[in-house]
């Protein structure tokens, strides 16, 4: 590139900075604005980013198998939707049914862990240990007890989401304060009923952390389970066998593909969590 075009990239990335500075010292608004200002700010940092890496690759010439430019990328997922969404759609299968019985089987022995305090201290300890298991190691016996199938992805995921949630929701039903104990107690209210209206709800902001701490395990977990046993079709199994075929643009659509369905899970999560618990202090104090 000459010497002109590099100006021009610079150019870009200063207009780009000055608007987005212009967006921030504006300050915080309200309603469709506020929104569209949050929104706006990431995606053009984003666009930025991107342009830079198709500036930076094609000036100086990188090969393609190094480090393709983001319009091959591009180009890759346009040309190849049908095999992108057979992965996705496979990878989904065993995340879905992982993350589900992991997270709620963690709020479940949570909850029965504030029941019975022995449970607290013999199975926290064993979770640390058991959440230390690197997932290369877990994901081959895995595959082994459940085949090839996804249902083999859904144990990997299921092993990396259970722990955390089991810690953040034990954390949040230790979080209500003695002055609320007592209040229920002083309406003789019973162990199900203090849990269900005091201590649950005060346990939503830590159920919510921890949902969204696991969304983004499950979708490594059931990416790193397909390296080690799929039947040809899976976001993992595409990686795996792209590289080995040096189709590195394919390689980086699918990791772009896992990317984009990682964000949209875990702003699901945060969705729900606004909407869930609006009432709490954190929430209040995030949203001013």
């Known amino acids: 590139m000459s010497g002109l ?6 150019a ?25 200002a949050a929104v706006a700010v990431p995606l053009i940092f984003g666009a930025t980013v991107l342009f830079w890496w198709e500036a930076l690759v094609r000036g100086f010439a ?3 198998v190094i480090l393709p430019p983001p319009s091959a ?37 949570a909850v029965a862990i504030d029941r019975v305090p022995f449970l607290q201290r013999g199975l926290l300890p064993l979770g640390t240990l058991v959440s230390a298991l690197p997932v290369v190691g ?4 895995m595959v082994m007890w459940f085949g090839f199938d996804w249902p083999s992805k859904a144990a990997v995921v299921a092993a990396m989401t259970f722990f955390p949630m089991l810690v953040n929701c034990n954390a949040g039903l230790g979080a209500t304060t003695a002055l609320d104990r007592d209040l229920m107690s002083t309406y003789a209210a019973s162990y ?13 902001p830590f159920v919510f952390n921890g949902l969204k701490i696991c969304t983004t395990l499950a979708l ?6 397909e390296f080690f046993g799929t039947p040809i079709v899976g976001m993992g199994f595409r990686i795996s066998a792209e590289v080995g075929r040096m189709n590195i643009d394919t390689v980086w659509a699918t990791v772009a593909v896992a990317a984009l ?15 869930m618990t609006f009432w709490h202090p954190s929430f209040r104090g995030r949203r001013s």
Do not use: H, N
């Open 73 to 109: 990328i591009a180009a890759r997922i346009v040309a190849s939707p049908a095999m992108l969404a057979a992965d996705f759609a496979q990878t989904m299968k065993g995340l879905a049914a992982g993350y589900l019985i992991g997270c709620g089987g963690g709020i479940l022995v």
């Open 138 to 141: 877990v994901a081959p016996i």
């Open 192 to 204: 199900a009923a203090t849990l269900c209206k005091l201590r649950l709800p005060a346990a939503l």
């Open 261 to 275: 369905s990682g964000s949209l899970l875990y702003g699901l999560v945060a969705l729900a969590e606004r909407r």
């Open 12 to 36: 870009v990335w200063l207009a780009a900075w000055g608007l987005v500075e212009l967006i921030v010292r504006r300050g915080p608004r309200r309603g469709f604005a506020g929104r569209a």
């Open 5 to 10: 075009a590099w100006l021009g990239c610079a």
């Open 62 to 64: 990188v090969p393609a």
């Open 220 to 225: 490594i977990g059931a990416i790193v389970a």
